[in-house]
């Protein structure tokens, strides 16, 4: 059977969706559907307040620093390193010890005959898992107060390192921007910036089970709590915040890449044009490295996210900081294409000059900005400025007709009364718009269904009475 035909039989109720809709006369991006989360606390049970005296543990926010489809209307969303808009603590950038963390979504589709868009998206919290180490970490000042014997958790906090790289994965400081579901979903793959790092993660429990050996050239040598610091005390590696904010899966899911925002220090640094692409073999963790040319015009622009449409072509997430969360207004939102058959191999290359010939550039797939304000009405005011999550669902079947679906999030740095809540934004597409910009056909992810976090749980209870009840959705026992 077919990708496309085994993703079509596996959705029925999908399939009924907009049968009362006419067929477009000629496919076309489109926006479908907006919704939002709007809730404020998570389901991690971490009530009490972190450092800055004004959030709680269980802050709900900042979850489209990434975004992860896990199958059916299933995705996994992922906030940073958690609230650090309140002025507390210049030592540590205003960062607390807030624990890393993904929260479990689904994100119901429904056809909305009469709306203004063609379809209503219901978002709902099914569960929160926390992110820990079963092997001791390296912490700064502050001790998560959950931790314990053979859970030592991740958070945000800048100053949780020891001496050494910044690749040392015995460090507890975490900044995850990129998440994918393993093919066999039962694992879940994360990407941070302080180190940067990718690990692997029991999908259930949260705990790491693998560390990714990264290449030297992107780790830093002096390690600083404050990121203005670090930039100006080290002349290679990464960039601080500007780290692996994009993580794409094959479809086979067999190989990774991780998308650095921004060039590193040697390749010029935040501005820069030539940003790296890492292809991790999950099997051998053989790493290779490409250059992609992150060029609009006649200016550079970080990249926010990468999505595979195959295992050579990829969608990225390119965006300025404008919009709503910054107070001014949107100008580059945009989903670009990059094909990377026969790149260039550039682990041995450093440098902006010597990368130049070596870099992949990209086509226009989608402008984001462009399609909200000319086409949907929003002010470029509203846009939000912090689009970062993205991922591809499960097909549509619209009067007949098989559409792709593609979903978008953004980062709302935890401060809904200043970027907006929590949002998802879902188009359509054909794999004729792929074509229009020089793409081959979509192969979506094949993810094997397993049991929701929350029945995990209780399945895991009947078998070995080993789990306590209260852990059904991630949280930590007192």
């Known amino acids: 059977m077919k990708p496309q035909s085994r993703r079509l039989a596996s ?14 006369s000629q496919a076309a991006i489109d926006l479908i559907a907006v919704g939002s989360l709007t809730r404020s606390a998570d389901l991690s049970g971490l009530t009490g307040p972190l450092e800055n005296g004004v959030d709680p543990g269980n802050a709900l926010g900042g979850i489209g620093s990434g975004l992860a489809w896990a199958g059916g209307s299933s995705f996994l969303a992922l906030p940073d390193r958690g609230p650090n808009a309140t002025a507390w603590n210049g030592a540590v950038d205003n960062t ?31 569960a929160t898992t926390l992110l820990y180490s079963a092997s001791a970490l390296n912490y700064g000042a502050v001790t998560p107060g959950i931790n314990r014997a053979g ?36 694992s879940v793959f994360v990407s941070d910036e302080y180190g940067p790092y990718v690990y692997q ?15 030297a050239n992107l780790a830093i040598a002096n390690l600083n709590a404050q990121g203005a610091a670090e930039i100006s005390g080290n002349a290679s590696g990464r960039v601080a915040n500007k780290g692996m904010e994009g993580l794409a899966i094959s479809p086979d899911g067999s190989t990774l890449y991780g998308f650095m925002q921004s060039p590193l220090a040697q390749d010029g640094g935040d501005g820069g044009r030539y940003n790296r692409i890492l292809k991790i073999d999950l099997a051998s963790g053989a790493v290779q490295q490409f250059a ?26 390119e965006r300025d900081g404008k919009g709503l969360g910054d107070g001014s207004a949107a100008v580059v ?23 130049a010939s070596a870099a992949r550039s990209s086509s226009l797939f989608l402008d984001i900005k462009a399609d909200l304000v000319g086409k949907h009405g929003y002010a470029d005011t509203a846009v939000p400025a912090k689009l970062e999550g993205a991922a591809f669902g499960a097909d549509i079947v619209e009067a007949g007709t098989a559409y792709h679906t593609l979903y978008l999030a953004n980062d709302n740095d935890f401060v809904p009364g200043v970027a907006g ?53 991630a949280r930590p026992a007192a």
């Not at 607390?96 to 963390?101: E, I, L, N, W």
């Not at 994965?169 to 990129?178: K, V």
């Not at 006649?298 to 990468?306: A, Q």
């Not at 670009?336 to 000059?353: H, K, M, Q, W, Y």
């Open 11 to 24: 959705l029925p109720a999908m399939a009924l969706l907009w049968l009362a809709h006419a067929a477009p």
């Open 96 to 126: 607390t010890s807030y624990v890393a963390r993904w929260q479990t979504l689904n994100l119901a589709l429904t056809a909305n005959p009469g709306g203004a868009l063609p379809y209503s998206l219901t978002p709902t919290l099914t």
């Open 151 to 186: 859970r030592f958790y991740f958070d945000g906090r800048s100053d949780n390192f020891a001496a050494g790289t910044s690749l040392n994965p015995a460090n507890a400081r975490l900044d995850p921007e990129g998440l994918r579901v393993a093919g066999d979903g039962r």
């Open 201 to 215: 993660f029991d999908r259930a429990t949260g705990q790491r089970l693998r560390s990714y050996a990264l290449p």
């Open 292 to 317: 992609y040319d992150n060029r609009i015009g006649s200016k550079n622009y970080n990249s926010s996210e990468l999505l595979a449409i195959n295992d050579h072509q990829f969608l990225v997430l």
């Open 333 to 355: 939102k945009q989903l670009r294409l990059v094909d990377l058959t026969g790149a260039t191999e550039v682990s041995a290359i450093s440098g902006a000059a010597n990368l």
């Open 421 to 473: 809540s929590n949002r998802f934004f879902v188009y359509r597409f054909t794999d004729a718009d792929l074509a229009a910009a020089g793409g081959n056909a979509l192969v979506n992810q094949s993810i094997s269904a397993v049991p929701e976090t929350g029945t995990w749980a209780l399945l895991l209870v009947g078998l070995a009475g080993l789990v306590p009840l209260s852990r059904q959705r």
